[in-house]
């Protein structure tokens, strides 16, 4: 079999060699260096360091090229933890531990089922909420069905790392290591979690907001890459297909097991207006539940605070200042006491 390896030091290779060859062909692709040629069978294997943006970028553009290879196994080191949701985020269908064994055998590649069970590795629990949450989401992208368990899993994770060190922490943690969307829906559902034990809301229905904020935007695991993950602005037809997320993860949802009518109405209606101005139904106020207007207000947020290739994080008051703006297309009260958490007080 053909072994496609990907890194971004040389020095890595021999090892890889000794390990595979001779029963399989080692065609290695050092990032700076030009492409090989990847054709669509084989298995790519992943050595980078993802924690380094430019090498994480570096490796996007070719992965970008690779998506005809269905296998894609990435090596991180066990106690980069961040690394993990990272790899998922760009799209690898196992993550393996180096500490585990330094390379794994060629059958363990084959027989990776998921990325979820990757995930559910012991050696990786400690960012297992980001983790699950990026393996459901290349779920979906691959085509697979989504597990719910994996959302679970993501959102009890988050409610209790938010619980436990605060709304900030999580928010720099996050911004610091993963991906466009996977970032954004990791902010959202923290952002969401905060607002509700902020309000005090029972145990329950912080899981319920949380599901939701955790799932808002799985439609987008529909959308091609090269529309989300666009720097500036997207024309009106990159517009519209974008604009079909919300309706895209109903779709998804509806009829799922353990997915609850309140979840499957903030994942459509999160881009609703009170004023009406909202979409996919235009939907006035009487007719967006509570938890769909926090969630939106969290949504809103978040997005504004993500930390994107080309733009700077923008800093939280004047976030909130923007979200104030908005009053009339989100409620004045959920604003107000939105402020706390927003400002970090
Ligand atoms: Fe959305
Ligand atoms: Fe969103």
């Known amino acids: 079999m053909l072994v496609y390896f990907v890194t971004d030091e040389p020095t890595k290779l021999p090892a890889i060699r000794a390990m595979l060859e001779p029963q399989h062909a080692v065609v290695p692709w050092v990032l700076d260096s030009d492409g090989t040629g990847i054709r669509a069978h084989g298995v790519l294997m992943v050595d980078v360091d993802l924690r380094q943006m430019p090498r994480a970028d570096q490796l996007k553009l070719i992965l970008q090229e690779l998506t005809a290879v269905p296998e894609r196994l990435f090596v991180v080191p066990a106690h980069a933890r961040s690394m993990v949701a990272q790899a998922y985020a760009l799209g690898a269908t196992a993550v393996i531990s180096r500490a585990k064994e330094a390379v794994p055998k060629i059958a363990q590649i084959e027989y990776a089922e998921s990325a979820a069970e990757a ?5 990786l629990a ?24 994996d959302a679970k899993r993501a959102t009890s994770e988050i409610v209790q790392r938010v619980g436990q060190d605060g709304l900030s922490t999580w928010l720099d943690e996050v911004r610091r290591y993963h991906e466009g969307t996977f970032q954004h829906c990791l902010l959202v559902t923290g952002v969401a979690v905060a607002f509700a034990l902020d309000v005090g809301f029972s145990e329950r229905d912080v899981s319920r907001l949380g599901m939701a904020a955790t799932l808002h935007d799985i439609g987008k695991a529909r959308i091609p890459l090269s529309i989300l993950d666009k720097p500036g602005r997207l024309d009106p037809d990159e517009e519209a297909i974008i604009r079909r997320h919300p309706a895209i993860g109903y779709d998804l949802l509806r009829g799922v097991a353990g997915i609850s009518p309140e979840i499957l109405d903030g994942v459509r209606h999160h881009h609703e207006y009170l004023d009406g101005s909202g979409y996919p139904d235009g939907l006035k106020a009487s007719q967006i539940s509570d938890l769909v207007r926090l969630l939106t207000i969290s949504d809103i947020f978040a997005a504004l605070i993500e930390s994107r290739p080309y733009r700077a994080p923008m800093p939280r008051p004047d976030a909130y200042e923007i979200l104030r703006s908005m009053e009339g297309k989100l409620e004045g009260a959920l604003l107000r006491a939105f402020r706390n958490v927003a400002l970090g007080s």
Do not use: E, I, Q
Request: hydrophobic share 55%; charged share 15%.
């Open 119 to 123: 995930a559910a590795d012991p050696a």
């Open 126 to 149: 400690m960012d297992s909420g980001a983790a699950a949450f990026a393996s459901m989401f290349s779920n979906v992208r691959l085509g697979r069905p989504l597990k719910v368990a």
